[in-house]
C-alpha cells in the first residue's frame, strides 16, 4: 500500500520507517530540512515542503494514497491547515494526530474520524494496523492466532451473522461488535461514538461501519480482512 506521512519526527519518523519496513511505499513530507535529511534513506520518499501550501500539496501523488497520516506535533495551526487540505482534496483515509482535547474537537468538527494520540498510540502499534487492509486494531495470542478488529467486509454488510456464514465461511469466532453512531459534541458538530453490541447471536445483523471483533489464526483474519 501507499502512504503519506507529514510531520516527521518521533513519532511521524517512527511510523514511516516501520510501515517501510513492512513492505509499503512511504512518502515523508516535513518543512524541516533536518528532518527530512535524517530519515531519506530510510523511506521511499522524503520530501521537504509545506503541507499549508496548497500549490506544494497538489505535487504530492494524494489521489493514489491508501492513507494520509498527520503526524505534526509541535504546531496545531500547520496540523489543522494540512488536515483541511487533505480534507479539501477528498482523501479517501485521513489519520490525523490529536495534539490536545482542543485540537480533537475541532478534527471532529471537520469529520476526522481517525485520531491518534502518540503517548497512547505507539508508532509500532499503528503501523501493524495500516499494515493489513481493513484491520483496525489487533494484539498476538501467541504465535498463530490474534485478537483483531476489522472493518466488517463490504460483502457483508446487510447480512446476519448467520447469513455470513461465520464460522463456515471463515474459521473465526465473532467476540462482539462495535458499533458507530453520530452524537453532538460540545460545539454543536457530529462525532462518531463506538458502542458495544454485545454477545453475538446468529440473528445478529451486519452494518455498515461496523467493527467485528474477532479472534482466530493470523491469517484466517487476514483473509477475511481482505475478503
Known sequence: MKFLIFGLGNFGGALAIKL????????GVDRREDKVLAIK????????????????????PLKDTDAAIVCIGEDEGSAMLTTALLKQFKIRRIISRAISPLHQTI?????VDELVHPEE???????RRL?????V?????????????????PKYIGKTVAE?????????????????????????????VHHIVGVIQPETLLKEGDLLVLFGRIQDIENLSEA
Not at 517501510?20 to 512518502?27: K, R
Not at 521511499?44 to 499549508?52: L, P, R
Not at 478534527?107 to 469529520?111: D, Q, S, Y
Open 20 to 27: 517501510t519496513a513492512l513492505g509499503h511505499e512511504v512518502i
Open 137 to 153: 486494531e489487533s494484539f498476538n495470542v501467541g504465535e498463530d492466532y490474534k485478537i483483531a478488529e476489522i472493518n466488517v467486509p
Open 107 to 111: 478534527l471532529e468538527a471537520m469529520g
Open 41 to 60: 534513506d530510510l523511506i521511499t520518499y522524503a520530501i521537504n515542503m509545506d503541507s499549508t501550501r496548497m500549490d506544494a500539496m497538489q505535487t504530492l
Open 164 to 192: 455470513a456464514g461465520f464460522p463456515k465461511t471463515h474459521p473465526v469466532t465473532i467476540i462482539t461488535i462495535i458499533r458507530t453512531e453520530k452524537e453532538l459534541n460540545t460545539i454543536g458538530a457530529e462525532r462518531s
Open 131 to 135: 499494515d493489513i487492509k481493513g484491520l
Open 121 to 127: 498510540d505507539s508508532a509500532d502499534r499503528l503501523a
